[in-house]
């Protein structure tokens, strides 16, 4: 790697009113580095980004930007057809749609990074890249990165930051932890400094125990020197002291200094804090009276299009096993989204998206839970707990610990619902989810506007789930993480994909 340094910037501080976003000494990057930053929402990575690109002026500090760089942001802010490079428009699939006036989230996506491409800048900065890019999208996003030389990363993919990154950046209370290597790197040496705490923290507790009882021992035997033995007289008891060295109250007061040493031993020992443990109760799925038939729901030679002709399915049919977890697949446009919203229509006594032919089947015990996108089932003048134990079939302490799992606090349980933040809110809307008496859940990109570690832990919750799960992602970790089996929709069919989630992505045939 070359040591031409492009950006320097030291002793930053940046303030939104009273509160300090980030704080913290000094960060590099030089020629040939690919950096990701991770952390939680609202932690300040786009923040970050900008001070680094030199578009927000920290409120203490500096910041060295030597070279050329181009700021893609994860908001479009418009573009010049007559500007943008030919090559790269083809190259991103894109060369049709860059005169219209409306383009659909992920077009725009593609357009910006042709723009990007197109550039020819040393250093680029990537806030969240992949937005509303499918999954065939951020193949092709992956293959054309691999050609930048130097960039700086906002992502909550994964499997992005896995092949791209050669440094991890974590922001946390505004200071920056720096890890080599790629995502997985990173997590290893997490893991490993957590394993380092759990080691401290016991032998703490196990040197903490044996001076503990030390003090103790010590103690008892002050007062066993000061009282006198039982069966003699007070005579023998002063000829016994006379006859002595030393007298038992000098004995005593010696044996009490040395208790005294030990104590401010054990008061002056650095506190080891016990590493946070994932609490491992599990609902009572039973409670949920869930289905007993092998198929849970199944489409027979479907049709469907919407009232503009747009056709979307056309004689298409599935299955979906009971207990599995299906990923449904495919590009933008091509009716993922509609199958789900159809999977729930059937259930309606009135249609509100009538198939032209064929039928969608739910059998009669499964009991669908849906996130709802508007968050319109949380009462907001409620408590947290309170409006997850309003829809609970499980006792309060299962209730509890789903929401410790995903990464609410017994301080959070507390809190209304009105000042949660977003990612909060709909991780209390997936807690209501997990205590419901649901037993098939049908999700439309469940890992949106959750940060990664909020994404990992919904993986875990979802990797134990007992009932069916049915969802849209363009997620590729979290496909690879949760989902049992993978249905693709194309050209107007669906097609069960034999195989597991990692012989998927690793099939050229459905990269573009």
């Not at 109760?281 to 919407?306: C, H, K, M, Q």
Request: hydrophobic share 40%.
């Amino acid at each position: 790697m070359s040591e031409k340094q492009l950006i320097k910037a030291e002793n930053i501080v940046v303030k939104f009113g009273e509160q300090e976003v980030l704080d913290f000494e000094r960060f590099s990057v030089y020629a040939g580095e690919r950096v990701g930053i991770v952390g939680a929402n609202g932690v300040g990575k786009t923040t970050l980004l900008r001070v680094l690109a030199g578009e927000l002026t920290p409120d203490v500090g500096m910041v060295d930007i030597r070279c050329d760089a181009f700021f893609l942001k994860q908001f479009s802010e418009g573009w010049m057809p007559e500007e943008l490079d030919g090559k790269e428009i083809k190259a991103m699939k894109v060369k049709n749609k860059i005169w219209q006036e409306k383009v659909s989230g992920g077009e725009d996506t593609r357009i910006r990074l042709a723009e990007m491409f197109g550039s020819d800048r040393q250093l680029v900065f990537l806030d969240e890249p992949t937005t509303n890019l499918d999954i065939k999208g951020i193949s092709l996003l992956k293959e054309r990165l691999k050609c930048i030389d130097t960039m700086i990363l906002v992502s909550h993919d994964r499997s992005l930051l896995n092949e791209l990154c050669t440094r991890i950046v974590e922001i946390s209370e505004g200071k920056l932890t720096e890890y080599d290597g790629n995502y997985d790197a990173y997590i290893m040496q997490k893991q490993a400094r957590v394993k380092r705490q759990w080691d401290e923290y016991e032998q703490y507790t196990a040197e903490k125990k044996r001076l503990e009882k030390v003090y103790a021992a010590k103690k008892e035997k002050a007062k066993t020197i000061e009282k006198k033995p039982r069966k003699i007289s007070s005579s023998e008891a002063k000829m016994r002291d006379f006859i002595a060295l030393r007298k038992p109250e000098c004995k005593a007061q010696s044996m009490e200094r040395s208790a005294k040493n030990v104590k401010k031993r054990i008061d002056h020992m650095e506190v080891k804090e016990k590493p946070r443990q994932t609490p491992n109760i599990r609902p009572d799925f039973r409670l949920t009276d869930p289905p007993e038939n092998p198929i849970v729901i199944s489409g027979e030679n479907i049709s469907f299009a919407y009232e503009d002709g747009r056709e979307i399915f056309k004689d298409a049919s599935f299955r979906i096993a009971k207990g599995s977890r299906v990923a449904i697949v495919g590009d933008n446009g091509a009716g993922k989204t509609t199958l789900l919203n159809l999977i729930t229509d059937s259930l309606r006594e009135q249609k509100q998206m009538p198939l032209t032919s064929g039928c969608i089947r739910v059998v009669p015990k499964a009991s669908i839970g849906l996130l709802d996108q508007n968050l319109a089932m949380l009462d907001y003048e409620r408590t947290v707990l309170e409006n997850v134990m309003e829809v609970s079939v499980q006792k309060e302490e299962v209730a509890r610990t789903i929401l410790s799992r995903l990464l609410l606090s017994a301080r959070d349980m507390k809190k209304k619902v009105s000042v949660l933040s977003g990612g909060e809110r709909i991780k209390l809307s997936f807690a209501r989810l997990f205590v419901d008496k649901v037993n098939l859940l049908i999700l439309d990109e469940p890992t949106n506007f959750l940060d990664i570690e909020s994404v990992e832990a919904l993986e875990a919750m979802f990797s134990e789930y007992e009932g069916t799960l049915v969802f849209v992602s363009h997620d590729e970790a979290f496909i690879r993480a949760v989902a049992t089996d993978i249905l693709v929709v194309k050209d107007g069919k669906l097609e069960c994909f034999f195989g597991t989630a990692e012989e998927f992505f690793d099939c050229q045939s459905f990269h573009e």
